[in-house]
C-alpha cells in the first residue's frame, strides 16, 4: 500500500509540473500571438504608407531616406506612433528601427 501511494504521489508530482509548464506555453503563445498582431498591423501600415510614398517620393528616394536616417541619429522619431518628437537621450524605438530598417534596404 505504501508502495502505490508513493507512486500515486509521484505522479501527482508530474501532473503538477505538466500543468505548470501547459500554462507556462499559453503565456508565451499568448505573448507571441499578440507581439505577431502589432507586427502585422505595423506591416500593413508601413506597407500602406509605402505604397502612397512611392509616387510621392520617386524623385530621389535616397536623398529622403538618408535625411530620415539622420533624423533618427540625431535622436528624433521618424516613425509613425511619434514622427519628429525627441526621444530621451540612449532611448530608442522599435517602430523607428522598422523603418531604418526598410530604409536601409531600399538603398
Ligand atoms: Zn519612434
Partial sequence: MTRIMEELYQFE????????????????????????????QEQERLLSQSQQGATMEEFKPQKSSQMMMDLYEQGFH??????????????????????????????
Fill in 13 to 40: 508530482q508530474a501532473l503538477q509540473r505538466m500543468t505548470d509548464t501547459t500554462m507556462m506555453l499559453e503565456n508565451v503563445i499568448s505573448e507571441l500571438m499578440q507581439e505577431n498582431n502589432a507586427l502585422r
Fill in 78 to 107: 521618424i516613425c509613425n506612433e511619434a514622427y519628429g518628437k525627441r526621444m530621451q537621450a540612449g532611448d530608442h524605438c522599435l517602430f523607428c528601427e522598422a523603418m531604418l530598417e526598410r530604409l536601409t534596404e531600399g538603398m
